[in-house]
């Protein structure tokens, strides 16, 4: 029953038809930027355990005594595109170094700086006398 002064309920969806899609036009944006960024650390999670990859198979297989050119050649191969691999040996050991930069995707990121990554092994040099 209805008393004076009260209203009926408004109905619903009368005057907020476009709400809904306002809303969404507002956020979506904002997804997607977080979704990119998302995706930009994932990749450099990758290209760390890449260049970690890289610089253990270089080590190695400049242990056991393969070529230091056959093994940095080994480790640009596994390496993540556009990073630098280098090989040092001395008392007895052999170290292997991979750096590199994964920059952004652009757009909003594009100002940000690249993530550096880094990688180094050290493996016992088998050819290396006593």
Do not use: C, K, N, Y
């Not at 009368?14 to 809303?23: I, L, N, S, V």
């Not at 080590?59 to 993540?80: H, Q």
């Not at 920059?103 to 050290?122: D, Q, S």
């Amino acid at each position: 029953m209805r008393t004076a002064g009260s209203r009926w309920p408004r109905r619903p969806g009368r005057g907020d038809r476009g709400a809904a899609t306002a809303e969404l036009a507002l956020v979506l944006p904002i997804l997607v930027a977080v979704t990119i960024g998302l995706v930009w650390l994932l990749s450099a999670g990758v290209a760390q355990v890449r260049a970690v990859d890289a610089a253990r198979e270089t080590a190695r297989m400049a242990a056991r005594g393969d070529s230091d050119a056959e093994a940095l050649a080994r480790g640009r191969e596994v390496a993540f595109e556009g990073s630098e691999v280098t090989l040092a040996r001395g008392g007895g050991e052999v170290r292997a170094v991979v750096r590199g930069t994964v920059h952004g995707p652009g757009g909003l990121f594009g100002a940000l700086p690249g993530i550096r990554v880094h990688a180094e092994a050290v493996a016992v040099d088998e050819g290396a006398p006593p």
